[in-house]
């Protein structure tokens, strides 16, 4: 009986070692992702990347939502990282600019708007993150640029609904 409760505790310790520092599960909420996430799929999260490397554009990251954005009772956001820090990022009809220069965006669909806003330098510690769904997404367009510090880790794979498991 004892190496049972040994067992079970100790599977318990490594489960809350792994989800508190390596590896979170995170569901989306809304179609601000869409069409590279749904709504309702579950993606993981690496969140000892950056204690590694920088934040890199293109990535997707989950971070705290910021203060004074609307809730609905969601703690945290998924976007994609558009520019990082001391870069010039603007949006024009055609596109997104950073530094002048249109930012190639693969992932998004044809039809998807970049929002118009005004060209924003991005502090120090800060990156400016976007949903793909660009017309249905509350972003650094409305909220700001995101401290570093309320990166939470990236998105690396898509594990629900099991026929969609992809890396992202």
């Not at 079970?8 to 590896?23: D, M, P, R, S």
């Not at 969140?47 to 990251?61: A, E, F, M, P, Q």
């Amino acid at each position: 009986m004892a190496e049972w409760i040994i067992i079970v505790a100790g599977a318990f310790a490594v489960a809350f070692v792994v989800k508190t520092f390596l590896i979170q599960a995170f569901f989306i909420p809304s179609a601000s992702m869409f069409p590279t996430l749904r709504e309702d799929d579950r993606v993981l999260v690496n969140k000892l990347s950056y204690d590694l490397h920088d934040v890199n554009r293109g990535d997707l990251i989950v971070f705290e939502r910021p203060a004074g954005s609307e809730g609905d009772g969601i703690r945290d956001l998924i976007k994609r990282v558009v520019a990082t820090e001391n870069e010039k990022v603007e949006g024009r009809e055609e596109g997104i600019y950073v530094d002048g220069r249109l930012l190639e965006e693969p992932y998004l669909e044809d039809a998807t708007g970049a929002g118009l806003f005004e060209p924003v330098t991005i502090p120090d510690g800060h990156v400016f993150v976007m949903g793909d769904n660009r017309d249905n997404s509350q972003d650094s367009r409305v909220f700001g640029p995101v401290s570093e510090d309320d990166i939470v880790g990236r998105a690396f794979v898509r594990v629900w609904p099991l026929p969609d498991i992809s890396l992202l």
